[in-house]
């Protein structure tokens, strides 16, 4: 992270809780990002990861709480997230099959308004930033999960917005694909972008992350950076610290399982 000590707090998240019907997918989620951080949310599939990034973005409204955005309550204003947050969700929808993948990224800049002046120049630099630019005429329909992947954080990338979020954006890529998505992360956030990631890849996380949530059944179950998770687990080795994967055990076999 840069210049910690001067950064400016670019989000501030308080109390925001989500319910569906009777089920409480989110409760209380307090937390504040700056500029250059990279911070990451863990924690069991189910937990609300998702769910959080959603609300962030504008995908979703919360039930109760207060988001910030550069010290504006934009709370529940979901077209203001929309245009201040760029999300990236993965999987395999969000873009059309049958299209190029630069016909893609030419559609959704025109979506969020992208000035026809810089447009094409935009769409170059992203691509070649996730190193795409040999397949832009490709249909996406041809294309590798890794590479739609990647097609994924291109779209994230074309508008720039202060805050990104990443939902598990090296999921079902390969190690060395991985590494250079991190890389590409790390160069976002060395530019001032404030980012929040998930993974379920937790090397990935200890790499890359400057402060770690850990969410279980929607609550915090603990903030901090990576020794002061490994502490709180209580995890230790004779020969080496303990990883972030096994404090994470640790602490999940503490708060009674990942799925009980
Ligand atoms: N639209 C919805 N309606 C009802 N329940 C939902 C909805 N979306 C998510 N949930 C529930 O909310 C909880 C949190 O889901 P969420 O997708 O946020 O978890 P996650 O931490 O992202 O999990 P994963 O690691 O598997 O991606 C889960 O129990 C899920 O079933
Ligand atoms: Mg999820």
């Not at 409480?24 to 863990?42: D, K, P």
């Not at 979703?60 to 010290?71: A, K, N, R, V, W």
């Not at 060395?190 to 400057?210: N, P, R, Y």
């Amino acid at each position: 992270m840069n210049g910690a000590s001067n950064a400016e707090t670019v989000l501030e998240v308080q109390d925001i809780s989500k319910n569906y019907d009777q089920f409480s997918a989110l409760s209380n989620i307090t937390f504040q990002l700056q500029a250059g951080e990279i911070l990451s949310f863990i924690g069991p599939n189910g937990a609300g990861k998702t769910t959080l990034l959603k609300i962030l973005s504008g995908f979703l409204t919360s039930d109760s709480g207060t988001i910030l955005i550069h010290e504006k309550d934009l709370t529940n204003q979901l077209n203001h997230l929309n245009a201040l947050v760029s999300t990236v969700f993965g999987g395999g929808t969000g873009f059309y099959k049958s299209a190029s993948v630069q016909e893609n990224l030419n559609f959704f800049a025109n979506l969020s308004g992208l000035k026809r002046a810089v447009k094409s120049e935009r769409i170059r630099q992203v691509l070649e930033v996730v190193q795409l630019s040999d397949q832009k005429s490709k249909r996406v329909s041809k294309l590798s999960m890794g590479m739609l992947q990647r097609l994924h954080i291109a779209r994230g990338l074309l508008k720039e917005s202060p805050i990104l979020l990443l939902d598990e954006p090296t999921n079902g890529v390969d190690a060395e694909m991985s590494r250079d998505i991190r890389e590409v992360v790390r160069q976002i956030a060395q530019k001032g972008t404030a980012i929040i990631l998930t993974s379920h890849i937790l090397h990935e996380v200890s790499d890359l992350a400057d402060r770690i949530i850990l969410l279980n059944h929607g609550e915090m179950a603990f903030s901090g950076d990576l020794e002061a998770i490994v502490e709180a687990s209580g995890v230790t080795r004779i020969d080496r610290p303990a990883t972030l994967e096994e404090s994470y055990l640790g602490l999940m076999a503490k708060l009674g399982g990942a799925h009980g």
